[in-house]
């Protein structure tokens, strides 16, 4: 399966992925965005995200992180997260900032990028991936939407290179407060930049409009904080 704006990237490992990409409506050269997809692939949710961000005004690329396992433009249900879970386990670290270097490097190679103005967004394990992404790429911002795992690459917190906003869910049980409290403090120590948004009443995925735990309220706050985020870092 493929989609409208798809792009084909390279990656170091010499393999190839597709990626999502959206433009705002207009010509003089503006901030870059990348995306990271949830668990369940750079389905309709993530390229409407995509879309959102064109639409204030960023140039955004989505890559299919799974491109190693997954067919392009493989998606998988809300419902489902069974048949995900051979392409989630087999992603690593290096593959990871492999797709995310190519990424990078497709922004710079834009003439409506402006190439010191780039950051990385993502939700759910995408969230994890922005993580990692503003620790190997060199971002200007970073944003994370409860991003199970991140506390796995508490390592990376002295190499992030840019302010990183985290959102999480108060009532997510898929994410427990003691790995909060590991990722938060592991940044402080590495005395870099960061705003922890804890939002009580939210649940894991709380800002899909497509999962039965969407809320909302908390995804409209958090949008607001978002967008005033990159608007000061990246604008």
């Known amino acids: 399966m493929s989609y409208p704006n798809a792009v084909t ?18 010509q003089e050269p503006r901030p870059g965005i990348i995306l990271c997809q949830e668990a369940f692939g750079v389905n309709h949710h993530i390229r409407s995200v995509a879309d959102r961000l064109a639409q204030a005004g960023y140039v ?16 998988f249900p809300y ?33 409506a990028v402006l190439s010191d103005k780039i950051g ?7 969230g994890r991936v922005a993580f990692l992404a503003n620790a190997v790429l060199p971002l200007a911002a970073g944003v994370s939407y ?44 590495a005395d870099k930049p960061y705003i922890n948004t804890v939002i009580s009443y939210a649940d894991h995925g ?8 969407y809320h909302p309220q908390a995804a409209q706050e958090a949008w607001a904080l978002t967008l005033a985020f990159f608007q000061e870092k990246l604008r």
């Open 206 to 213: 709380f800002h899909c409009d497509e999962r039965p735990s």
């Open 60 to 75: 955004v690329i989505a890559p299919e992180i799974y491109h190693r396992t997954a067919k392009p433009g493989q998606e």
């Open 9 to 26: 990237l390279t990656a170091a490992d010499n393999t190839q992925l597709q990626a999502y990409t959206a433009f705002p409506n207009t």
């Open 79 to 111: 419902d489902n997260f069974t048949a995900a879970i051979p392409h989630y386990g087999a992603i690593t670290n290096e593959g990871l900032a492999a797709d995310l270097r190519a990424s990078y490097d497709w922004l710079q190679a834009q003439d």
């Open 146 to 189: 409860y991003g199970g795992g991140t506390h796995q690459l508490t390592r990376y917190a002295a190499d992030l290179s840019a302010p990183h906003l985290f959102f999480w869910g108060g009532l997510d049980a898929h994410i427990s407060k003691e790995q909060i409290a590991q990722v938060i403090e592991a940044v402080e120590a």
């Open 120 to 126: 990385s967004i993502g939700f759910c394990l995408g």
